[in-house]
């Protein structure tokens, strides 16, 4: 279990999370929405054990992610970072071994394991420099994937891929869920947490000036916590869903002017 | 890795025997071993041989040093220079031109390398102390906030090389004597004439130790590839980090500026060198370019010796009319995003 108990959050002086509660189960996908400031990155990044909590705390299987060895923590939770960044024109596969470094060993079954399931075997020697937009996700994942982490926490993974992309890295992200791993990721697009999430966690940051509260307004399966009252009391929009579960549009607007 | 070790340690060994027979005095090699010139063999072993030993053990550091800034910075455009503490060093050094005159003789030959050493160690502190300071608000290391550790560090650095290189010119100006302030504008133009093995004998250990410390950063060096936060949930420590890049960067710039001043452009320039004939990573870097900063450092001061100039090019000036070109180069080929 990987939760965030009570959990108050400063990011350069300021308040970005106050007194969030949630305990994130291995083996689902867990998506984190909410509006822009709602404090979705921050809360990702404490259950990472990178953002130390002011007070409260997060804890893995119950110790304290603060007083963790950071080995320890790197081998248990891997965090794949919003932007891709990455500094040098390195080969693919020296990439992906990167996430080798908590273990400090090569890794090979790992490594090689990471890259088939990516299907990144025909750029294995290609320089990152010469990597598309979607290959760069794959790449990036992979590198996480390598490291073999009971759980991954993704910060906006699927925000500047393609459609095929994103589904292909959804693909990813729930085979990883069902061989066990718990996996947690900060969306802005709520009909792909609503498809593909097994359970979604809707934030929203009330107050004003410096002190933002950042609460967990609605917690549970997607149809629940993204029903359209929800989404009209913390986005402000009137929406609804149209199609079947598993595959739903939201379409913002009164759903008797738009004929459902 | 390997290869890049291979071929500037090939290079190594064959400059190194070309520079001990190369100078206004040409030797020749078989003179040495049948023992026909005794003036050759005397120097061989007094001249020569601690000149380029010195070139070696400085060019080393330097590169070494550049290649970890450059892993640390995540910047190809990164020197050892931005810590600030070669400023220091060369502040060190210049203020025993000041004290020249209560120096008991006996200490003379001592008291510059000595007194760089210590401009470096305080540079050192200065920098353990503001990244103290910077680092108890934030919650691990880099701070967290915006702009990051590293850069807000790396001002720092800038500010305290300003600070030194002002306090530096003000000594040149307020000189005690002529001959005092030529020796200093001179100095601070680092060459490697003149050096004996005692200068040898203070740097190479130190260099050494540097180095050593630099190789245990190199890791880290890597994780930081893939960004600070990356890093960091790789299991980075960044004040770990950050403890080892500057001891490892004061040993070695430290005491290259103690015997040699100031010479520019080897750690900027080396590494891009290297990095065509490795993996790219930053641990791949350390050891390469080691051996092409010794490399780079022994020729070019092999050849200012032979150039038929009246007085020999200080060697810290003639890497920076080569250094800065080769920069201007660079920064048109990063336009052109082909590095």
């Not at chain 1, 108050?8 to 305990?23: E, P």
Request: hydrophobic residues 55%; neutral net charge.
């Amino acid at each position: 279990m990987l939760a965030a108990e009570n959990l108050s959050l400063t990011r350069g002086g300021v308040q970005v999370v106050t007194g969030i509660s949630a305990t994130l189960a291995p083996g689902q996908i867990t998506a984190i929405v909410g509006p822009n400031g709602a404090g979705k990155s921050s809360l990702l990044l404490a259950l990472a054990g990178l953002l130390a909590p002011t007070s409260g705390r997060a804890a893995l299987d119950g110790a304290d992610l603060a007083a963790m060895p950071p080995r320890q923590r790197a081998q248990a939770i891997g965090y794949l970072p919003q932007v891709p960044d990455i500094a040098w024109d390195v080969a693919v596969e020296n990439l992906v071994t990167l996430g080798r470094l908590p273990w400090r060993d090569r890794g090979t079954a790992a490594v090689e394991a990471a890259i088939a399931a990516l299907a990144l075997e025909p750029l294995r020697r290609r320089p990152a420099s010469r990597l598309s937009g979607g290959e760069r996700a794959r790449v990036l994942l992979a590198r996480v994937l390598a490291g073999e982490p009971r759980w991954i926490l993704a910060d906006e993974p699927l925000a500047a891929l393609d459609l095929a992309h994103q589904l292909s890295l959804i693909a990813h992200f729930k085979t990883c869920a069902q061989a066990g791993q718990g996996v947690a990721v900060v969306l802005h697009d709520l009909a792909l947490a609503m498809n593909h999430a097994d359970r979604v966690l809707v934030l929203d940051a009330k107050g004003d000036g410096g002190r933002l509260e950042s609460t967990v307004v609605a917690d549970g399966p997607p149809a629940t916590a993204l029903s359209p009252d929800v989404i009209g009391r913390v986005w402000g929009v009137a929406a609804h869903w149209l199609g079947q579960p598993g595959a739903r549009a939201l379409v913002s607007g009164n759903p008797q002017a738009s004929g459902v | 890795m390997n290869r890049a070790n291979l071929v500037f340690a090939a290079l190594l060994a064959v400059l190194l025997p070309l520079s001990l027979l190369a100078g206004r005095v040409w030797i020749n090699p078989f003179d040495v071993a049948g023992g026909g010139v005794a003036n050759a063999a005397l120097i061989l072993a007094e001249l020569r041989l601690p000149r380029a030993v010195l070139a070696i053990v400085v060019g080393a550091g330097l590169g070494a040093a550049g290649a970890a800034m450059q892993g640390y910075l995540r910047n190809p455009l990164a020197d050892p220079g931005l810590f600030g503490i070669a400023p220091m060093a060369a502040l060190g050094a210049v203020a025993s031109f000041w004290l020249g005159a209560i120096i008991p003789p006996a200490w003379a030959g001592w008291s510059l390398p000595l007194l760089a050493l210590i401009g470096a160690g305080t540079g050192m502190a200065a920098l353990a102390l503001i990244a103290g300071r910077t680092s108890s608000d934030g919650a691990s290391g880099f701070g967290g906030g915006a702009g990051g550790g590293i850069a807000l560090f790396t001002l720092a650095g800038l500010m305290i090389a300003s600070l030194a290189g002002a306090l530096t010119a003000l000594a040149i100006t307020l000189a005690p004597n002529p001959f005092a302030l030529s020796e200093i504008v001179m100095w601070l133009n680092g060459a490697l004439t003149d050096r004996s093995w005692r200068e040898a004998a203070i740097a190479a250990p130190l260099v050494a130790a540097g180095i050593a410390v630099l190789g245990l950063a190199a890791r880290s060096l890597d994780a930081l590839t893939l960004g600070e936060e990356a890093a960091r949930s790789m299991g980075l420590d960044p004040g770990r980090l950050l403890g080892l890049l500057v001891v490892g960067v004061g040993l070695t710039v430290g005491a290259g500026v103690a015997v040699a001043g100031i010479i520019g452009f080897v750690g900027l320039v080396v590494p891009h060198l290297v990095r065509p004939l490795t993996d790219r990573l930053p641990s791949s870097l350390i050891g390469p370019s080691a051996l092409a900063g010794a490399c780079l450092v022994l020729a070019a001061d092999s050849i200012l010796r032979i150039l038929p100039l009246v007085t020999e090019l200080r060697l810290g000036i003639a890497l920076s009319l080569i250094g800065a070109p080769f920069f201007l180069w660079l920064l048109i080929r990063m336009r052109r995003g082909s590095l």
